[in-house]
């Protein structure tokens, strides 16, 4: 190979080298804190720029609280080909696998606010209080208060995993809605039970009904005979039966998220 020759293959080298380390490479979460005694940690990678540095540094110091039950995520996203659910789950096994951990995301293509969590903390913000505490805080990404949206959010579940209780206006509208449909379809029983007369009983029907039959010239008719083939049953006959099942995989974690 000619000396001119050497030069373009390494000037080809060079130049893809060169492309290569100028394209943009995936952006990861930024581990903001590590707590030392369970080695979770609190990330962060606000890709829709929703916060500022004042509050990306003040929601982290909150997120820290989390780390001692688990890892703990805030994710923003601008753009979403999938759906919220979706995506926080995908990102979330990424991002810690099936550790301990909660995310909550901000999905500004789809409006949505999503919770995602597994391992440990799974066990205590199961699906219904996901969905209670981005009922609670939704509010506030609709005025675009993103930080205080999230603020509350890690709040809430800080909240739950120290065992303590967080409102639940939902819940207790629900509750007191069927407690109202129940009184009511008491009261409507006891108002039909109470205005019905009493419908008479099967002796008193017979008593009060007209008993008389009477057989007038009865006839008997040949028509013909048939005959039946009754084998012996065979005692040695077997049965056979069969049954099975499918297993099925079951998933972890938990979540849940509301529109905003």
């Not at 707590?35 to 997120?63: F, H, I, K, P, R």
């Not at 219904?128 to 505490?133: A, F, G, H």
């Not at 108002?191 to 029907?205: D, F, H, W, Y």
Request: charged content about 20%.
């Amino acid at each position: 190979m000619s000396e001119e020759s050497v030069k373009r293959v390494f000037l080809g080298l060079l130049v893809g080298l060169t492309a290569c380390l100028g394209a943009e490479l995936p952006v990861h979460a930024e581990v903001i804190y590590t707590n030392e005694d369970t080695g979770y940690q609190v990330c962060m990678e606000d890709d829709a720029d929703l916060l500022s540095e004042e509050e990306e540094q003040a929601l982290a110091e909150q997120m820290q609280g989390i780390t001692v039950y688990g890892n703990v995520l805030f994710k923003s996203i601008e753009e979403n080909a999938y759906s919220t659910d979706s995506f926080a789950r995908s990102y979330y096994r990424e991002s810690f696998g099936t550790d301990s951990g909660t995310l909550f995301l901000i999905d500004m293509d789809n409006r949505n606010i999503w919770i995602r969590n597994d391992g440990r903390i799974s066990r205590v913000i199961t699906d219904s209080y996901s969905d209670t505490i981005t009922d609670n805080c939704y509010r506030y990404a609709s005025r675009g208060e993103y930080y205080e949206c999230a603020a509350e959010a890690f709040k809430e579940i800080e909240t739950l995993l120290k065992g303590q209780r967080i409102a639940q206006p939902m819940k207790y509208i629900c509750n007191a809605f069927l407690a109202l449909i129940f009184s009511l379809l008491i009261t409507l029983g006891l108002a039909r039970l109470m205005s019905g007369s009493s419908a008479p009983s099967r002796k008193e029907l017979l008593k009060a009904a007209q008993h008389r039959f009477r057989l007038t010239d009865p006839q008997a008719a040949y028509t013909h005979t048939t005959k039946r083939y009754d084998p012996p049953s065979d005692s040695s006959g077997s049965s056979s039966g069969g049954g099975g099942g499918g297993g099925g995989g079951s998933s972890s974690g938990s979540g849940g998220g509301h529109s905003f």
